[in-house]
């Protein structure tokens, strides 16, 4: 199930992407995008931008909505543990013995 929905949400990213990048530039402050030749052409006109903003609405939700799903099966997928609930026989089996003796290699 995880692989499926990871699948759409990673088809639904280079969608989103892919779209916002179509769009034509609203930054008229920077001498950008707005009127002139460059992209006008392309996809010009109202009703194709209604359409691409729709669409980017659509596809910003389904992300949004395969993202939460990613974060809820993977939080099922994991025990609900915390670091204040190691037991007593945990801690102490990974703490060394304690060596009275040093151990000093032969030199032979």
């Given at each position: ?68 799903g990613l974060a809820v099966i993977a939080k099922q997928q994991t ?18 013995e304690d060596r009275t003796e ?7």
């Amino acid at each position: 199930m995880q692989e499926i929905v990871l699948v759409v949400h990673l088809i639904l990213t280079i969608s989103l992407v892919i779209l916002v990048l179509i769009q034509k530039s609203s930054g008229g402050a920077l001498g950008i995008g707005g009127g002139g030749g460059g992209q006008g052409g392309m996809m010009a006109g109202r009703s194709s931008a209604t359409f691409l903003t729709r669409v980017t609405t659509y596809i910003a939700v389904g992300f949004f909505v395969t993202s939460m799903g990613l974060a809820v099966i993977a939080k099922q997928q994991t025990a609900d543990s915390s670091v204040f609930d190691v037991d007593k026989k945990t801690i102490e089996q990974t703490v060394p013995e304690d060596r009275t003796e040093p151990v000093i290699p032969d030199s032979e």
